[in-house]
């Protein structure tokens, strides 16, 4: 008789995501960052002064759109290269095999 796996392998594999339901996540996350992104550039807006406030100063809204602009670019090549490593060869996971042609061999 075989001993059981300890518990904490166990509970990893318990908790851990299969490869499709990460790629899933990445792909929803992928979807969604341009509407995040429009929403964080249109929230400077809701900021603005009222009636008897002095002007906002526009150098610290430009540090804000350059920043959020920085964000928005690493957020999508980390998004980017997250899909690439989990698709299948830069094909979509659902997508059948190229055929392959005896003849150029």
Do not use: N
Request: proline share 12%; net charge neutral.
């Amino acid at each position: 008789m075989t001993a059981p796996p300890p518990p904490a392998d166990r509970a990893s594999s318990a908790t851990r995501p299969d490869t499709a339901a990460r790629r899933r996540k990445r792909i929803d996350a992928a979807r969604v960052l341009p509407f995040a992104g429009l929403f964080a550039v249109v929230l400077p807006i809701l900021w603005a002064p009222g009636a008897g406030d002095p002007p906002r100063a526009t150098a610290s809204d430009g540090i804000y759109f350059f920043a959020l602009w920085a964000v928005l670019i690493v957020a999508a090549f980390a998004l980017a290269r997250g899909l690439d490593r989990t698709g299948a060869g830069g094909r979509d996971a659902g997508d059948p095999a190229p055929p392959h042609d005896d003849a150029e061999d």
